[in-house]
């Protein structure tokens, strides 16, 4: 019953906005480091990674909360819109643990945020998954190196750990604002999904900036 409710209530008037303005901006910035970063093909590879996962999410939300879909191809569109946000956050993960991290360490992080990236969106495909269980996916995929935050600090450097830590609170207030639906505070224009919404552009960019800062003069 709740489901029906939600899909039958009215989109607040920004819902999507934020997306659908940050998609070009993103791929243009994104681009932008992939061509110029002086980096080895390898070190670009990873770039391209992790611009096109954080593009995949933007797009797909985009499309996703701005679009005006039939009940069927909407549902579809849902499971892709929450899909893609796994791609943003293994592919965050990608060039950070390869410049921080070493040996078995760098590949347990990475074969965790792939691997959970793997695992969630399956849940989000099958059918009668318990919603606490889609949620706490996104937990642990968020925060698959929680365990290694000395090597990462020690690796990024302390501007550069602050700002990835940073960003990953943003992306977790964001998410708790999304399950909680608080704040809500204008229902109408901009709801507690555009508090949301907000939250990850934020986190985006502090991951960016951290990348551009920390990352790519190592690779």
């Excluded at 901006?25 to 980096?39: C, E, P, Q, S, Y």
């Excluded at 992790?50 to 879909?69: I, Q």
């Excluded at 609170?169 to 639906?181: F, M, R």
């Amino acid at each position: 019953m709740h489901e029906q409710t939600a899909v039958a209530a009215p989109k607040p008037l920004l819902r999507g906005w934020a997306h659908l303005v940050s998609f070009p901006v993103w791929m243009a910035v994104g681009v932008a480091l992939v061509a110029v970063a002086n980096v080895a093909a390898s070190g670009r590879l990873l770039l391209a990674i992790y611009v096109l996962g954080t593009g995949t999410m933007f797009g797909v939300s985009a499309m996703y909360h701005r679009g005006r879909w039939q009940p069927q191809a909407k549902l579809l569109m849902q499971k892709f819109d929450r899909s893609a946000i796994f791609l943003a956050i293994a592919g965050g993960y990608t060039p950070i643990a390869f410049v921080s991290l070493d040996g078995w360490v760098r590949v347990a992080v990475l074969a965790t945020a792939w691997l959970g990236a793997v695992g969630g969106i399956v849940l989000h495909w099958l059918p009668r998954v318990p919603k606490v269980w889609r949620g706490a996916s996104y937990m642990i995929v968020s925060w698959a190196a929680v365990l290694v935050f000395p090597q990462l600090a020690h690796g990024l450097g302390a501007v550069g750990f602050a700002l990835v830590l940073a960003g990953g609170a943003c992306y977790t207030i964001g998410a708790v604002s999304l399950a909680t639906q608080w704040p809500n505070p204008w229902p109408r224009v901009f709801g507690f999904h555009e508090v949301f919404h907000a939250f990850t552009v934020v986190a985006a960019a502090l991951q960016f900036v951290a990348i551009t800062y920390a990352v790519v003069p190592q690779l």
